[in-house]
């Protein structure tokens, strides 16, 4: 049975255009869009019609970086599939892009078969996967190709973590040049993790122990020597490179340096960068371990670097790394010992709504909030025009945004699995009103009416992002 949906009056926006246009939705599917007030759109009919004017229409959040249930230092992140993907949509976020794990040992297969199971019928949104490669050698690298084939089109490897996640330079280079070989894309956590782990015990040693230790032994110059490292062996490998959660302005600053040269790299930075820092991780009695991720938050003076690189494109994407953590029984793990905190932070409710707070800022124009934060994750990873934008033949992904709305962030209202926020009391500008997810309504004028299942597995074409 066809079922047609028409929003009326609203400001469209995409990464391309701002315009006040009636959408109409057909089958899960946006079929047109007209001027508001005109013929063209008053000819549009449906079952049902819903009033936008004064607010903004936007396609729907594509985050893609999340880690729902990863396990991480003997626990796992608190948000499952379930959890995690409705709290996605409650923010206006309707696909996620996880990280499959492959362990050391095991094959890509067995890693990207547990995630499906882990995902499979319970995900309010859609989602794709990447990969983590743990474990390169002569059978990964022929995986790597077969995962390509089947929409698995990008791969994350670790210079941090070493006896985990770790690969070492010869190990990345491998994998570096067989996604130069079958289109896949290499993205990096770029941190020294060998030189780290050396500071980490002389800081212990010295019996510094609490949190904030950890953003002082996690260096900026050991990211951007990683970074670096990072660039100039994809660049032998002649392959294009993703850097994932980019926190330091030396490290946007080996970014830049290698797009000025030509060099097909590309960054991300989360919000927790942009909005959050060191105060945070030095808070007292413990609290600065609810802002243990890496890498790490850094001083409050490297958010303008950031800011700048995602208005020129040095940066291109704004993702969560939504990993979260409860602060009772999972970060206190690592009470007397900051390195054995898990890694990881929440915000996959709050990314849609920090950055709008960005514009309301002065810190980026609308269309550029749509572009880092719907489309060019989905050309990064190879699901445009499906998802990203508003444009006849997309999936009606499409979120009624209220730009005047007033909220108060607070892990008493939030919809993540977790015990606390990162933003605990913040003041934003702007709330997610009505989402909708292949023209199915997640979220009706505030209120949950989604369902568990109603979202899909999505294989991704190759970088759409490439020149
Ligand atoms: O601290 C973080 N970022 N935890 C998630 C794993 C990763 O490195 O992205
Ligand atoms: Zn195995
Ligand atoms: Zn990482
Ligand atoms: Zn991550």
């Given at each position: ?173 491998r994998a570096m040049q067989r996604a130069a070989d079958n289109g896949g894309l290499i993205m990096m956590h770029a941190e020294n993790g060998i030189a780290i782990d050396v500071l980490v015990e002389q800081a212990l040693a010295r019996g510094e122990t609490d949190p904030r230790y950890h953003g002082e032994v996690r ?38 340096r290698a797009r000025d040269e030509g060099l097909n790299v590309f960054g991300e930075t989360c919000p927790q960068y942009l909005f959050l820092s060191t105060d945070n991780l030095a808070e007292p009695d413990f609290e600065g371990a609810k802002y243990v991720c890496s890498t790490p938050l850094r001083p409050r003076d ?51 709504d920090l950055l709008h707070q960005a514009v309301v800022d002065g810190h980026l124009t609308r269309r550029r909030w749509i572009e880092i934060a719907c489309a060019t994750p989905a050309r990064m990873f190879g699901l445009y025009p499906k998802k990203g934008t508003i444009a006849p033949g997309a999936d009606a992904d ?70």
């Amino acid at each position: 049975m066809s079922s047609r949906t028409v929003i009326r009056g609203g400001l469209v926006i995409t990464a391309a255009d701002e315009m006040h246009a009636d959408v109409l939705i057909e089958d899960g599917r946006i079929a047109a869009l007209a001027a508001s007030h005109t013929p063209a759109a008053e000819a549009f009919t449906a079952d049902r019609t819903i009033d936008a004017t004064g607010k903004y229409v936007i396609p729907g959040g594509v985050d893609g970086h999340t880690h729902m249930e990863m396990p991480f230092g003997g626990t796992y992140a608190s948000d499952t599939f379930e959890t995690g993907t409705r709290a996605a949509a409650w923010g206006g976020t309707t696909t996620i892009v996880d990280f499959a794990i492959q362990t050391v040992g095991h094959t890509l297969r067995e890693g990207l078969d547990a995630w499906h199971a882990k995902a499979e019928g319970t995900c309010a949104i859609d989602y794709g996967f990447h990969m983590i490669v743990s474990d390169v050698n002569a059978e990964t690298l022929k995986e790597m190709d077969l995962l390509v084939e089947e929409g698995v089109t990008s791969f994350k490897q670790f210079m941090a973590y070493p006896g985990v996640f770790y690969s070492d330079d010869g190990q990345i280079l491998r994998a570096m040049q067989r996604a130069a070989d079958n289109g896949g894309l290499i993205m990096m956590h770029a941190e020294n993790g060998i030189a780290i782990d050396v500071l980490v015990e002389q800081a212990l040693a010295r019996g510094e122990t609490d949190p904030r230790y950890h953003g002082e032994v996690r260096k900026a110059l050991l990211e951007a020597e990683a970074t670096h490292r990072a660039i100039r062996l994809a660049q032998v490998a002649g392959a294009p490179l993703y850097i994932v959660h980019v926190s330091a302005r030396e490290a946007v600053a080996e970014l830049a340096r290698a797009r000025d040269e030509g060099l097909n790299v590309f960054g991300e930075t989360c919000p927790q960068y942009l909005f959050l820092s060191t105060d945070n991780l030095a808070e007292p009695d413990f609290e600065g371990a609810k802002y243990v991720c890496s890498t790490p938050l850094r001083p409050r003076d490297h958010q303008a670097a950031l800011w700048q690189a995602l208005r020129t494109n040095d940066l291109q994407v704004v993702s969560t790394d939504h990993c979260p953590f409860c602060f009772a029984g999972q970060k206190e793990l690592g009470r007397g010992d900051f390195s054995k905190i898990p890694n990881g932070m929440p915000g996959v409710e709050n990314r849609m709504d920090l950055l709008h707070q960005a514009v309301v800022d002065g810190h980026l124009t609308r269309r550029r909030w749509i572009e880092i934060a719907c489309a060019t994750p989905a050309r990064m990873f190879g699901l445009y025009p499906k998802k990203g934008t508003i444009a006849p033949g997309a999936d009606a992904d499409v979120v009624i945004y209220d730009p005047r709305a007033e909220q108060v962030m607070s892990a008493a209202t939030h919809h993540m699995n977790v015990d606390y926020s990162a933003y605990e009391g913040k003041h934003v500008t702007g709330r997610v009103e009505t989402v909708l997810s292949r023209g199915e309504f997640v979220i009706t004028e505030r209120e949950y009416t989604g369902r568990a299942g109603h979202g899909v597995y999505t294989p991704r074409s190759t970088c759409q992002y490439l020149p």
